[in-house]
């Protein structure tokens, strides 16, 4: 590979965002309601909502998923 998409060489690489209140706020889904059915703490559903998610588990990611009827690509976004 010749670094030419390296991450140190490109200054703007994009970002991921988080949609998750969109989503819930359509279906009038509160963050306590989400946080008790998928069996999630509320803190954790609180930073997914607000779109402050450090690390990504994919296993909270798979209950909000199946609670909420979409995909991953509905809740999440990359934007260069």
Do not use: Q
């Not at 670094?3 to 703007?12: A, L, N, Q, R």
């Not at 991921?16 to 279906?27: A, C, G």
């Amino acid at each position: 590979m010749d670094g030419s998409k390296s991450v140190i060489t490109i200054k703007e690489y994009g970002k991921i965002s988080i949609h998750l209140k969109e989503i819930m706020d359509s279906k009038g889904i509160t963050r306590n309601y989400l946080a008790r059915i998928s069996n999630t703490r509320f803190e954790v559903i609180n930073k997914w909502y607000n779109g402050v998610v450090e690390k990504m588990d994919l296993d909270i990611l798979a209950r909000i998923c199946y609670v909420l009827e979409c995909s991953p690509a509905d809740i999440i976004k990359y934007d260069k």
